[in-house]
């Protein structure tokens, strides 16, 4: 690994710094020695090539949403990757794209890859780390003369962030059959244009959208390569790790009814001040969380009427909480709505809880997470807390993830990043999961 790497900032590309040597000489992904047959470009050319599309000046962070012009982009790149390997293009009813080697139709596929939109002002690897390594993983696969006994396809999963119809994973929820035609239909992006409407000023049919079990039913198996978002791995020796679950997790929204007055004449022992019993229960949430090893954050809270001169009438503040487990993570926010009851006592202050999204535990098939990690040599197993494609499709199809280090854990930032070296392990490492379980 290259632990000065991960240290140094990143770069416009999200590579740390510099980044302007030539491939080879900077021990850069993909460099001379990948040994990639033909023309397909090496790891590092994919990573160039893909860096500019969507990027935001200012930020130096991405704006990749779904079915706008820098998605076009990206389905673009992703097309042209397919095609210069010589692989089956197709993009599916609900505008996923795959590239297949191998007859799509056999069956038992093993399937890689992962997204290329983000979330706004999000960071370099959070979904391309999966689907350039999944190329270069296949470019390993055919240099080491490998020959699959089953059939091998990448995934580019649409609109996974939920970044512009705030709902995330709609191309592998469609798909999954957990999204109705009804519901996609009625989501909107903030100016109002209808999913719908989106897909279609993009060439795709909305009309065609809707649950894909004949193509789920061809794959045998679904592994996912993504960077940690998280520092797991960071203080290890191991540069990949495969997951185990997913925590279960929910989005709760607190209101709290006070009175609103005049800051510069009511009296404190008068006073019924939601912000008072808002800003306990964001210190109780911290506290019980944390007593649990759970999560728990207030990162969302709007103020009626919203004065500098006023005590507040109505505190609205959304809680994101998640556990290991459901029964930790209804005890949590159980104690967190208990505290902020208790203390709405004393403060004169209503306190209503209503929850407004739940997302179970997802347990990765453990056959495969066991085969996962013994081709890779007994790497870290561990849980992760963020939504993936995996995820949703971990309910229909044996599904698999792997996490290569992110040295500073940060994600959904332009900050953002991983060691060189280290999506070079994960490149080689998906190769190895991929040879295990096509080759055999
Ligand atoms: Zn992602």
Request: charged share 25%; glycine share 12%; with cysteine.
């Amino acid at each position: 690994m290259t632990a000065a790497a991960g240290s140094r900032p990143a770069g416009r590309d999200g590579w740390a710094q510099p980044d302007h040597r030539p491939a080879a000489e900077a021990g850069a992904p993909g460099g001379a020695d990948r040994g990639t047959p033909g023309t397909a470009p090496s790891f590092h050319e994919m990573w160039r090539d893909l860096a500019p599309i969507g990027r935001n000046p200012e930020s130096g962070g991405y704006r990749r949403f779904a079915w706008t012009g820098a998605d076009t982009d990206c389905r673009e790149w992703f097309k042209a990757q397919a095609e210069t390997r010589g692989l089956t293009y197709e993009t599916d009813r609900n505008g996923n794209q795959w590239a297949w080697l191998g007859d799509p139709a056999a069956g038992d596929a093993v399937v890689t890859g992962s997204h290329l939109d983000s979330v706004p002002d999000g960071g370099a690897f959070d979904g391309p780390l999966g689907v350039v390594s999944s190329f270069a993983a296949l470019d390993e696969l055919r240099a080491r003369g490998a020959r699959p006994g089953r059939p091998l396809a990448i995934v580019n999963f649409g609109d996974e962030e939920g970044a512009r119809f705030g709902l995330a994973c709609v191309g592998s929820r469609l798909t999954a059959g957990q999204l109705t035609l009804d519901k996609a239909h009625a989501l909107r992006d903030a100016d109002g244009v209808s999913l719908a409407q989106a897909m279609e000023r993009a060439g795709h049919d909305p009309e065609a959208i809707g649950a894909d079990p004949g193509r789920l039913a061809r794959i045998g198996a679904f592994v996912e390569l993504h960077v940690e978002q998280g520092r797991a791995l960071a203080d290890t020796p191991h540069a990949v790790g495969v997951a185990s679950a997913i925590w279960p997790h929910g989005r709760w929204r607190f209101d709290f009814h006070g009175e609103a007055n005049h800051a510069g004449t009511t009296r404190i022992e008068d006073r019924r001040d939601p912000m008072l019993t808002y800003a306990n229960t964001v210190l109780a949430a911290r506290k019980k969380a944390r007593l649990a090893g759970a999560l728990a954050t207030f990162g969302k809270v709007s103020v009626e009427p919203n004065g500098v001169n006023a005590i507040a009438s109505l505190v609205r503040g959304w809680l994101d909480s998640r556990a290991a487990d459901e029964e930790t993570l209804a005890a949590v926010v159980a104690e967190i709505e208990q505290a902020a009851v208790e203390r709405g006592t004393r403060d004169g202050v209503g306190v209503h809880v209503t929850r407004e999204s739940f997302t179970p535990v997802v347990e990765f098939a453990h056959d495969l997470r066991d085969e996962l990690a013994t081709l890779l040599g007994g790497v870290p197993v561990l849980p992760t807390g963020a939504g993936h494609d995996a995820g949703i499709l971990s309910g229909v199809i044996p599904t698999a993830m792997m996490f290569v280090r992110n040295p500073t854990g940060v994600s959904h930032s332009p900050a953002e990043t991983a060691a060189e070296d280290d999506c070079l392990a994960g490149v080689t490492a998906l190769a190895d999961v991929l040879e295990g379980l096509a080759c055999r």
